[in-house]
């Protein structure tokens, strides 16, 4: 049974550039929650997907935005790039009514 | 919304010894306690966690308390080995139907031979 899984696994953007990453839930799963984690810190979270709506939001600008597709999988699109952005992007999975979250290994992004 | 503080930052112990890694929440509504470990280049990945409805919880090397009066809860890891050096991570949520995780910043765990 395969775990969660992001592509890709690094990134390098410039300034002002859109960058796209996407996410595979384990199987059986339904909601999709992304977290970026800046070196040395915790994850943050950023918002969660369910029934392809996005279902809550954490203190993030609007350049983030996110969607869920019909299988469950999920993208996380950052507009208008700023070197603050530059973070390992998490995705976690969680099964329907469970509170256990299953991260996968995160995509590295560089924003030069 | 929850904040999560977590003590120490850093952790160096000697193969054998047992290793204590503290949190403390803000939000009393907060039901769900997970523990993360990650490794270097990886993403999280849960070790243990614990429920309001439960004040301990082990699972072989590792257990977790929950003290509510307080707000706070723990890891313990006995016998530490090597390979139990990472970083650690405590977060807490609000289950209702659904979840969202609030982490602290992180525990290195540096476990010598």
């Known amino acids: 049974d395969a775990g969660v899984t992001q592509s890709p696994t690094h990134l390098i953007k410039t300034r002002g550039q859109q960058v796209t990453l996407r996410c595979s839930p384990k199987?059986?799963?339904?909601?999709v929650s992304w977290y970026q984690q800046a070196l040395g810190q915790g994850p943050q979270f950023i918002f969660q997907?369910?029934?392809?709506?996005?279902?809550q939001r954490g203190n993030f600008p609007d350049r983030f935005s996110g969607h869920q597709f019909p299988n469950y999988s999920s993208e996380l699109n950052v507009n208008a790039l700023l070197l603050g952005d530059s973070a390992l992007y998490l995705c976690?999975?969680?099964?329907?009514?469970?509170?256990?979250?299953?991260f996968g290994p995160g995509t590295r992004l560089t924003v030069l | 919304g929850e904040n999560v503080e977590q003590h120490p930052s850093t952790l160096s112990v000697q193969e054998g010894d047992s290793a204590v890694i503290k949190c403390t929440y803000s939000?009393?509504?907060?039901?769900?306690f997970p523990w993360y470990k990650q490794e270097l280049g990886k993403g999280p990945q849960l070790i243990i966690d614990?429920?309001?409805?439960?004040g301990e919880k082990k699972d072989q090397r590792i257990a977790v308390t929950l003290n509510k009066t307080a707000k706070h809860f723990s890891l313990h890891i006995t016998e530490t080995q090597p390979e139990d050096s990472a970083v650690y991570f405590c977060?807490?949520?609000?289950?209702?139907?659904?979840?969202?995780?609030?982490f602290g910043k992180g525990t290195m765990l540096l476990v010598s031979p």
């Open positions: 997907y369910y029934e392809e709506e996005e279902r």
């Open positions: 199987s059986g799963h339904d909601t």
């Open positions: 976690a999975s969680t099964e329907r009514l469970s509170d256990t979250q299953y």
């Open positions: 977060a807490a949520s609000i289950y209702s139907g659904y979840s969202t995780l609030t």
């Open positions: 614990i429920r309001s409805n439960v």
């Open positions: 939000d009393s509504a907060s039901n769900y």
